[in-house]
């Protein structure tokens, strides 16, 4: 039996360092890495549902490509194939237009490994050309957070264990990141309480000593409703003046009404003059904003009235207290797949950025050249984005359309060709995470599943087979190897970020970052302008017509899936194709609807069917849906973003439904 070092590349708060076992080159079990301080040798059952995942026969085996897309008629090509087709594809379109704008692609967290830049990489090697940018998970919370402190920052989670107040908002780790709760239970161990708000009584609410059910969108507003309480007991940080912004805040506070904080956020005056104690006395206090709270059009602006209330709290700057949301330790790497410089082109000077959040309908709408060609890799924008059916119109546009994955995902299935991706144990990689400071290697365990390739090896080979087809077309250096590529990011500086001296070093173990993030002095309390027009807004709300849609659906993370992923997993999820709507016991009666009935949930965008769930903890005004890979629930999620400023949010919980019966036609 030989072991080896991998990292589960999943977008996931735990980048977990992972032991893989093999005998005979086979994959034969997985185990956490016990020299990981953060996972401390553990996995989630994802992580140890692996063997089921690399070997499972739903994999995509071969490159195919189907006759009539959508068609399912697929037929077996050969990766000389494939590549000859998409190069000679690539290079007409080229000679068609002048440029190679009218190629693009789309790519996002489906593998976040170092060396999955090798996308980006390869389509830098060949010039100008269409590409996506932005973060269909976070961008709203991280511009928020940039905004409030200068730079995206998070302090070490092993920390939390030392907190003595915990709040969490719009956050369910006990799901998304289960290693985090053993430092959350260590904490309550040692006398820490943690208070949990969210509008869904999850998980992680269920161990909370406090839970806040509140209505959703409306944090900021507590936030604030809880700072004017601090203010009033005078039980604020002595240094507030000094940050920007103090006085307008300081003006909203005093002029904020307590009865309409608590009218809109459903949560009682008491209890917020109750929290404001709890922020006001114990210290440290550990503020989290969950990316819950951020997929809403006042994701913003909460965020940044909860960091101000961290802030007057006096919590921002002491040992073991501070506000979790993501760091950016990778920007530590020179991330030179990423970075790879982009080829110069005669005439057109750069590449064609498309915001993801919005890539469809901005795609579609490209002139001069259209979009033709769209390479999807690491995504399934089928199932995960909004505007699904305009993501259809794009695709009746595009000549060739060509997808990587591991499964005959959604957008696989309405591709010309796929090709099959390897997965983690059957390639070389270097992970660094985004909530814990450790980094990681990822080691080739096995041999490769038939015929899959990395998108690395993709990348090298397609950009041979463009040189050979026309001399001089890409840049890219199609000689280096995997390791080479390692060894360019760990430059001299990463080296001593974390104490390393080669490579070899992460293979005996993970490394934590040795400096911690600078911590900067500099502060912005939330602007007046943006609580003016969120209150304005909020207002409005209550004053409209009574919508036709009165259910607000939330569709956030689940535990055995990663978005799409691993619903094809039967140790994980035997019934993949099963949509779930969980719905108030009160409100489901009086819809006539019984537990385990399929009801019709639909609005301007689509409906889909679903099996109804009744559940007593769920406010009435709220339904709940997970994420499945089939039957994807954003067929109902629309975009509301209508300002170029609104682009980078993602707006998945601004959705509202209606529901109906099948039993009453
Ligand atoms: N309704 C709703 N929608 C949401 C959200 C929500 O809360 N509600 N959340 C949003 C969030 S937070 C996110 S992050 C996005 C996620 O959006 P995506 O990144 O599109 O999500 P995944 O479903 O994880 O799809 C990734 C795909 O990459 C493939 N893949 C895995 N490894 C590799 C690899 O090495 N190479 C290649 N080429 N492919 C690989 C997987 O098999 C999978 O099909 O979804 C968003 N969508
Ligand atoms: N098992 C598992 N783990 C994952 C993932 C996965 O798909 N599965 N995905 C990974 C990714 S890409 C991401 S982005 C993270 C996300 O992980 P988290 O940061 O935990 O965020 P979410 O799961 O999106 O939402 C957390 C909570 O926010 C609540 N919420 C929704 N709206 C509001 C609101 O207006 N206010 C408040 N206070 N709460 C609200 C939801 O009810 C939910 O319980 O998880 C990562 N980890
Ligand atoms: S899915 Fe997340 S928690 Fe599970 S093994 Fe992968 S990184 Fe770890
Ligand atoms: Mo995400």
Known sequence: MQMFRNTCPRNCYGTCSMLSYTENGKLIKVAGDPMHGFTQGHLCAKGYAYTQYVYNPLRLKY???????????????SWEEAYRIIAEKIIELYDRYGSNLASGYNKFSGNLGLLHYAVEGMFNSIGPHTKSFGNLCLATGEQAVKESFGNLHSPVPEEMAQSKMIFIWGANP??????????IYKAKKNGGKLVVIDPIYTETASKADLYIQIKPGTDALLALGIAKCLLGLDQIEKTAAEWNGWKDYQQVLKRLNLATVAEKTGVSVETIQELAALYGEIKPVTTWNGLGIQRNKYGGVSIQAINSLAALSGNLHIANGGVYFTHSNYEDFPMNLLNFPEKKHASIKSSRMINCANFAMEAKNLQDPPLKLLWIASRSPLSQDMNINVWQELFKELELIVTVDLFMTNTAKHSDIVLPAASHFEEEDLNVGYWHHWLSINQKAIPSFYETKSDLMIARELTKKLNMLRPGFSTFPYELEPKDWIELELNEKVQALYGLKSYTSLVDGPKPR??????????SFIQVDDVKTMLHSLLLETKGEPSPYPFRLLSPQTLLKIHSQFALISWLNPKPDETVIEINNKVAESLGINDGEKVKIHNENGAIIAKACKNQHLPHGVVLVSQTGENSINQLIGSQLQKQEELSSTHFYDCFVSIKSLKHP
């Not at 195919?64 to 008629?73: A, E, F, I, L, Y």
């Open 63 to 77: 490159p195919m490509m189907q006759t009539k897309r959508g068609s399912g008629n697929w037929v077996r090509i």
């Open 174 to 183: 006990a799901v998304t990141n289960i290693h985090q709760m053993k430092f």
């Open 514 to 523: 040795l400096a911690n993030q600078k911590k900067n002095k500099h502060f």
